[in-house]
T-cell receptor
Framework: NAGVMQNPRHLVRRRGQEARLRCSPM?????VYWYRQLPEEGLKFMVY????????ESGMPKERFSAEFPKEGPSILRIQQVVRGDSAAYFC?????????????FGDGTRLSIL | KNEVEQSPQNLTAQEGEFITINCSYS?????LHWLQQHPGGGIVSLFM?????KKHGRLIATINIQEKHSSLHITASHPRDSAVYIC???????????WGAGTKLIIKP
């Protein structure tokens, strides 16, 4: 399966712990987008990365959240000192070009639950 | 007012019915996307279109750029079509997608 791979599918953390979400884009894709979906709500853009660069992080909270997309390996969305409000589904998408008229291919998401 | 509006919010129909989901937007776009999200599942891109009409199996998507409106049709609906259908638009060369709130479709057998 050469699609977008996210892991883990489900992640449970206690308040104050760190959460690391991984996303491997489709083969050949160098553009990665992270979205958050709160319960019963639509998707919200968080961050857009190209290899080794953050292009737009305007949708990501300034504190506790960070993202990277290293030269080698998956993109990582990191949430430090998690709180209950971080409970959500986090989706990653990738595309081969960073324009809006290219389809974005989505992973199955990571469901994060904070106890 | 949201830039992307979908209607209806919820739709329940009987198996075999013809389904129409609507999407209106208020911004200039380069493309409109229709996506499908199953309960607890991932998101699948169904169509990306900038003009006219596209068909894939029992799904048909149309767009009217002048009226800033798109429709997603499902012919001979089936319970497995039950999902949330999401409309999203992208503006010019901007990568960001502006998302609709989604339409929750339930097809009863």
């Amino acid at each position: 399966n050469a699609g977008v791979m996210q892991n883990p599918r489900h992640l449970v953390r206690r308040r104050g712990q760190e959460a690391r979400l991984r996303c491997s884009p489709m083969k050949g894709h160098s553009h990665v987008y992270w979205y958050r979906q709160l319960p019963e709500e639509g998707l919200k853009f968080m961050v857009y990365l190209q290899k080794e660069n953050i292009i737009d992080e305007s949708g990501m909270p300034k504190e506790r959240f960070s993202a990277e997309f290293p030269k080698e390996g998956p993109s990582i969305l990191r949430i430090q000192q998690v709180v209950r409000g971080d409970s959500a589904a986090y989706f990653c998408a990738s595309s081969d070009l960073g324009t809006g008229n290219q389809p974005q291919h989505f992973g199955d998401g990571t469901r994060l639950s904070i106890l | 007012k949201n830039e992307v509006e979908q209607s209806p919010q919820n739709l329940t129909a009987q198996e075999g019915e013809f389904i129409t989901i609507n999407c209106s937007y208020s911004v200039g776009i380069s493309a409109l996307h229709w996506l499908q999200q199953h309960p607890g599942g991932g998101i699948v891109s169904l169509f990306m279109l900038s003009s006219g009409k596209k068909k894939h199996g029992r799904l048909i998507a149309t767009i009217n750029i002048q009226e800033k409106h798109s429709s997603l049709h499902i012919t001979a609906s089936h319970p497995r079509d039950s999902a949330v259908y999401i409309c999203a638009v992208s503006m010019d060369s901007n990568y960001q997608l502006i998302w609709g709130a989604g339409t929750k479709l339930i097809i009863k057998p």
